[in-house]
């Protein structure tokens, strides 16, 4: 599902939204996730799952062309583990 979809979704069960606000209200809430990620907080949404960031080490690579060791350095991936509620929808053992 794309973001444009989501946002239809949300606009078709909720006809009492205007569709701008509800493109305002998914933009808001991804901003907000992604600002609290940057700023190194971890983001949980009870039932849903949790988001935070891991440390990848700087390391020395190769060059898959020339296999000459390349260096590629630290940075910050996002990370997600789902929730309860969420792998118990995906299995098929939710209420």
């Known amino acids: 599902m794309t973001r444009s979809e989501l946002i239809k979704r949300i606009a078709e069960r909720n006809p009492e939204l205007a569709y701008g606000d509800v493109v305002k209200l998914v933009t808001t809430f991804f901003e907000e996730i992604s600002e609290a990620l940057a700023d190194g907080n971890r983001v949980e949404l009870r039932g849903f799952g949790a988001f935070w960031t891991k440390e990848r080490q700087a390391r020395t690579g190769r060059n898959p ?10 940075k910050l991936l996002p990370a ?8 118990e929808r995906l299995n098929g053992e939710a209420e």
């Open 80 to 87: 997600f583990k789902a929730g309860k509620r969420l792998r």
């Open 65 to 74: 062309a020339t296999g000459a060791p390349v260096s590629v350095e630290a």
